[in-house]
Nanobody, 113 residues
């Protein structure tokens, strides 16, 4: 069984920054892709960013230049550095892992003055 534990969410003012972290715990033999999704109130869950084991990244267009995903393969961790945050970035951010399709419980990010 694999458990994903996110941390780093909170309240930040517009223009501010946050760094999210996710740790993968459990019987992990190989991790192909780790990433972040988010779900705002009343909206569907959407992709934020993905990173594969080789370090290749994929971003949602609206995040390019503001968000940076990275990972530490030795620690089974993935990070999301979020800069220039906007109120529309307010959402619950979920960590995701493949293979297996595992999800974390999410961490709330609120961008508000």
């Amino acid at each position: 069984q694999v458990q994903l534990v996110e941390s780093g969410g909170g309240l930040v003012q517009p223009g501010g920054s946050l760094r999210l972290s996710c740790t993968a715990l459990g019987n992990i033999f190989s991790i192909s892709v780790m990433g972040w999704y988010r779900q705002a109130p009343g909206k569907q869950r959407e992709l934020v960013a993905l990173i594969n084991s080789g370090g290749t990244t994929t971003y949602r267009d609206s995040m390019k230049g503001r968000f940076t995903i990275s990972r530490d393969n030795a620690k089974n961790m993935v990070y999301l550095q979020m800069n220039s945050l906007k109120p529309e970035d307010t959402a619950v951010y979920y960590c995701h892992l493949l293979p297996g399709g595992y999800w974390g419980k999410g961490t709330l990010v609120t961008v508000s003055s």
